[in-house]
T-cell receptor
Framework: NAGVTQTPKFQVLKTGQSMTLQCAQDMNHNSMYWYRQDPGMGLRLIYY???????DKGEVPNGYNVSRLNKREFSLRLESAAPSQTSVYFC????????????FGQGTRLTVV | TQLLEQSPQFLSIQEGENLTVYCNSS?????LQWYRQEPGEGPVLLVT???GGEVKKLKRLTFQFGDARKDSSLHITAAQPGDTGLYLC???????????WGAGTKLIIKP
């Protein structure tokens, strides 16, 4: 059972570089999410997609863009990376809106130097 | 912005001891979830409590949802090294089913 698959697992970027984090789920879930996790701050929502074709900003969207490519895939793009974006990024998915159990990928550890 | 405060932030105890982790808010949630996260992995759901006053048991773990649906606790009896991890609570908002996350409790159980 693959569940939620994120790539890459690790990445080092130089300030100003761009990159896309990929996420795919095979559970036929409608909702998908991108979070960042920083020490002592828990999980902060960057963007979410309640269904295919829709995306909405979360708590900390600045500096990021997302694309819900289809029902399975939800990507996160950093256009011009900054050291403040050094973090661990998690993709998650959940079923219908009232079915809120979130299934997480293994995370991407991103360092911006 | 709704906030969920978890306490303690960090707890290190000996195997066999009991412990309680708290999750508190001034806001009311439709339900509350507890997750455990191990190093290098994403969080995994342990339990969802839905009804005010509800108590759920998962082996040595007991979860309680406050009567007013604003707070929750996780009690571990006779902690074992395998319980080590980051415990996260998440409240489910009434309006849009969004999850509001606590900052987590890092738990270390020493053999």
């Amino acid at each position: 059972n693959a569940g939620v698959t994120q790539t890459p697992k690790f990445q080092v970027l130089k300030t100003g570089q761009s990159m896309t984090l990929q996420c795919a789920q095979d559970m036929n879930h409608n909702s998908m999410y991108w979070y960042r996790q920083d020490p002592g701050m828990g999980l902060r929502l960057i963007y979410y997609s309640a269904s295919e074709g829709t995306t909405d900003k979360g708590e900390v969207p600045n500096g990021y863009n997302v694309s819900r490519l289809n029902k399975r895939e939800f990507s996160l793009r950093l256009e011009s990376a900054a050291p403040s974006q050094t973090s661990v990024y998690f993709c998650a998915s959940s079923g219908a809106r009232s079915d809120t159990e979130a299934f997480f990928g293994q995370g991407t550890r991103l360092t911006v130097v | 912005t709704q906030l969920l405060e978890q306490s303690p932030q960090f707890l290190s105890i000996q195997e066999g001891e009991n412990l309680t982790v708290y999750c508190n808010s001034s806001s009311v949630f439709s339900s509350l979830q507890w997750y455990r996260q191990e190093p290098g992995e994403g969080p995994v759901l342990l339990v969802t409590v839905v009804t005010g006053g509800e108590v759920k048991k998962l082996k040595r773990l007991t979860f309680q949802f406050g009567d007013a649906r604003k707070d929750s606790s996780l009690h571990i009896t006779a902690a074992q090294p395998g319980d080590t991890g980051l415990y996260l609570c998440a409240g489910v908002e009434w309006a849009n089913y969004q999850l509001i996350w606590g900052a987590g409790t890092k738990l270390i159980i020493k053999p």
